[in-house]
């Protein structure tokens, strides 16, 4: 068995060599393993004498980690159930005589290119049982980005097994002290960091309810005490929308194994005879500039590979939306006169949310029934439609299609279509509908195509404000009950991908109680999202800063309104909330009538100061300067790909008398990053037409600085910086 081995690998050294420039993406390592080299880091890999694959190293980049034994661990690369039980498994597996152990040995390993990437495959199998384990590892060398998933296949021609956990991959990090950051919050309160010490046993983050307000799947970890720009940092995020979790297994005084995948909880799947299940993608990253380097690596990852490639490099359109103005009482009169004012500000893309369809009079009615009401619209949409373009703009459209309510035709006719247990009494009023179910697939794909093709949509606002509750399956065979949040997701992927398909040019947003669904998975499939229902502008700040952690800003929708809730906050400025929201993808969502000519004036000013800076923010390099979380401010620069334009957005959400001893960390001064120290910049303010700019070299403004720039509280400033032509 070890000279065959060896002898397939003297053979892989000839032909998996994949290669940019003069240095081997993916390489054989001697005859025994491979090392994965991106622009910042390795990963390498090794199969031991008996044909057990084993990962060994994932850190800055090395020609051998096994010269350094600091460094070096031996974990398996897909760890199981079976054997000691040490190591926390990735994969566990029921056979058909009950025997719950696995015992995988290498079979062979492969260099292919997907996607103009190199792909590492090795596949392994048990040593007794007809299942075969293939994982991949896809590199994106010039982000440091590593994406894994595992396929596993029945290849026996009788016997069924049973997967009982089927995770996406580990990494593993050499034994040390490690700090994790990650985001957690709720509805309201999305994307709040929060930082601790990993302690010896395993923690776990998981998603239970297909919602992930409370915490997206996605993580940092770092060495214990370390934070900001410099240092080494692994970073991670999961392509998947349904119940996921994260584990950070550390050993006492060892390594660190983090996993990722599916949550299995509740959860199975049966592979028949040649079935096959691939899990989701697991991407994982390592730099040395730390958080924000990996922030800023993971961005622009997202932004070039990962958005879907239809509206991947279009600066995202100016929006209007009726829900903060309007409600549900939405009607062709009021919106044709709401389309004239926001045509006049200069707004792109006109968006009517909720109360547009069939019985759709409150909050649980009509849901499921996707079509247009006559009695607000007795024309049907086309007439608003073409007015929308007529004045310039594009039309949008909310739906909700994954949830029906009980007072609807649909749940009338198919009360069968939903999730549920016998005997159980579910939601009285809105019920999530079964998308495991192929009818219910195919109903909703054809209720959206005929809403697609009968109106010129250009845009869709895709909902789903149900939390996952009784994940019920009655008639589904017994040995298929519990893959029902499995499917349900598949072909939640499936309607997406066939909608996209058919309506390639329609921009898609994703939207879930605010921030439920902000995953590569969905991302894959949309252009921007929904962060949060909490609206107001002092609270978005801190949200919007943990959601550009994890996602980059050409993908986060915010908007400028005026309500704020029926309980007490502090009123701002309505240049303060606009300039909040200038940080993504800006919108607007009030009765723009309601404004005084000021106001108007304002609102058109600062929608034409954004469309000036919209390459930076949506396209640029974000460097998050100071921290709301850290500080009483907030600064967040944007930088273009050649340095020859940035813009900075700063805020205050307090003020300090002059002198005065205070409770606040930082600076009184802002210092820029990413700029050229040798070139000249003339930096202006925004904010004041009069303000002609100063000038200043880069050295200068990186590592002297400026004054903080902002006074009083509840105020900000924009500042434009442009690099000086020689």
């Known amino acids: 068995m070890k000279n065959l081995i060896r002898l397939t690998f003297c053979l892989l050294v000839l032909t998996t060599r994949y290669c940019t420039g003069q240095e081997a993406i993916i390489k054989t390592n ?89 792909v590492l495959e090795v596949i392994q199998k ?115 929308s349904g119940n996921w979790v994260l584990k950070f297994d550390q050993a006492f005084g060892g390594r660190l194994q983090i996993l990722g995948g599916i949550n299995f909880w509740d959860t199975d799947i049966m592979l028949k005879p040649g ?188 909902d789903q404000n149900n939390f996952l509750s009784d994940p019920g399956w009655p008639d589904a065979p017994p040995d298929e009950r519990r893959e029902v949040r499995i499917k349900y997701i598949q072909n939640l992927y499936r309607l997406v991908d066939s909608l996209k398909g058919r309506f390639p040019k329609v921009w898609f947003e994703s939207c879930s109680s605010g921030g439920g669904r902000i995953d590569l998975g969905m991302m894959s499939r949309m252009d921007m999202a929904w962060v949060s229902d909490n609206t107001y502008a002092l609270n978005r700040i801190f949200i919007q800063y943990g959601y550009l952690s994890c996602m980059p800003a050409n993908t986060m929708v915010s908007f400028v309104v005026d309500k704020i809730g029926n309980y007490y906050r502090q009123p701002t400025s309505l240049n303060f909330r606009f300039n909040v929201a200038m940080s993504g993808i800006l919108g607007i969502s009030t009765d723009m009538d309601k404004w005084t000519l000021t106001e108007k004036e304002l609102a058109k000013k600062k929608i034409s100061e954004y469309k000036l800076i919209r390459p930076l923010v949506q396209q640029g390099t974000l460097y998050r300067l100071v921290s709301p979380f850290e500080t009483n401010r907030c600064a967040l620069q944007f930088t273009g790909n050649h340095t020859d334009s940035t813009v900075v957005l700063c805020y205050n959400m307090a003020a300090y008398l002059q002198g005065s001893q205070v409770v606040i960390r930082g600076s009184s001064l802002l210092r820029l990053r990413g700029l050229q120290p040798d070139a000249q910049y003339s930096l202006k303010n925004l904010d004041d037409s009069d303000d002609k700019g100063r000038m200043f070299t880069g050295d200068e403004l990186m590592n002297v600085g400026i004054e903080w720039p902002v006074r009083e509280a509840y105020n900000s400033k924009i500042l434009l910086l442009e690099k000086l032509k020689r």
Request: proline residues 6%.
């Open 126 to 240: 048990d040593r007794y049982y007809p299942l075969q384990v293939t994982s991949f590892i896809k590199v994106y060398p010039a982000n440091d980005i590593l994406e894994k998933w595992i396929e596993v296949k029945n290849t026996g021609s009788r016997g069924n097994i049973k997967i009982e956990n089927l995770l996406s991959g580990s990494i593993v990090l050499p034994t040390n002290q490690y700090d994790l950051t990650q985001l957690s919050g709720k509805p309201m309160n999305e994307f709040q960091i929060y930082n601790g010490l990993l302690t010896p046993g395993i923690k776990i983050i998981q998603n239970k309810t297909f919602k992930s307000n409370f915490n997206p799947p996605w993580f940092a970890v770092h060495p214990a005490g370390t934070s900001g720009n410099s240092g080494p940092v692994w970073i991670g995020s999961l392509h998947y």
């Open 275 to 462: 079935d096959s299940f691939t899990s989701p993608v697991l991407t994982s990253g390592f730099t040395t500039k730390g958080l924000d380097g990996a922030a800023q690596n993971l961005s622009a990852y997202i932004r070039k590979d990962i958005l879907p490639e239809t509206h991947r490099n279009d600066l995202r359109p100016v929006i209007f939306n009726s829900y903060y103005a309007d409600g549900l009482n939405v009607n062709e009169k009021v919106l044709e006169k709401q389309a004239k004012s926001a045509a006049a500000l200069g707004i792109e893309l006109f968006v009517i949310d909720d109360g547009w369809f069939k019985g759709r009079d409150n909050g649980n009615d009509g849901l499921g029934d996707w079509i247009v009401d006559s009695t607000k619209f007795p024309h049907g949409l086309t007439p608003l439609i073409r007015e929308v373009n007529r004045l310039g703009m594009r039309f949008g459209l909310w739906v909700e299609p994954e949830n029906v309510d009980v007072n609807s035709d649909l749940y009338r006719t198919h009360p069968d279509w939903v999730l549920g247990f016998p005997h159980r009494q579910g939601n009285p009023y809105r019920r999530i509908l079964n998308l495991a179910k192929p009818e219910v697939f195919h109903y909703l794909l054809s209720s959206l195509t005929r809403l697609l093709q009968e109106n010129n949509i250009a845009f869709v606002k895709w």
């Open 30 to 118: 001697h005859p025994d393993g491979w090392l994965i080299r991106t622009h910042s880091s390795s990963y390498q890999m090794i199969i031991t004498a008996s044909g057990e694959l084993k990962s060994v190293y994932y850190g800055p980049k090395v020609t051998d980690a096994r010269k350094n034994d600091a460094w070096v661990t031996t974990v398996d690369e897909i760890p199981v159930r079976g054997g000691s039980a040490f190591n926390t498994s990735a994969l566990e597996a029921v056979f058909d005589d009950g025997c719950r152990d696995l015992d995988l040995e290498y079979v062979s390993g492969n260099v292919e290119t997907i996607d103009n990437h190199p």
